[in-house]
């Protein structure tokens, strides 16, 4: 299964693309860093796969 992630691109932080899916939007859990990630930020072909195999991504 592909792993589908996002970078922080302020502070490096990865996150999983289902905590972004679910939140939407959300502040990066960095420490101390204030950035807003979105669920938009992915790459589409990466937000297409998750979105076609979400099921699979549920924990
Ligand atoms: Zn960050």
Redesign the pocket.
């Known amino acids: 299964m592909r792993i589908i992630t996002h970078l922080?691109?302020?502070?490096?932080?990865v996150v999983a693309a289902n905590e972004l899916e679910n939140n939407r939007v959300m502040k990066?859990?960095?420490l101390g860093?204030?950035?807003v990630?979105r669920f938009e930020d992915l790459p589409e072909d990466a937000r297409e796969h998750f979105l076609k195999n979400r099921n699979r991504y549920q924990t």
């Open positions: 922080c691109p302020a502070c490096g932080t990066c859990p960095g860093c204030q950035e990630l």
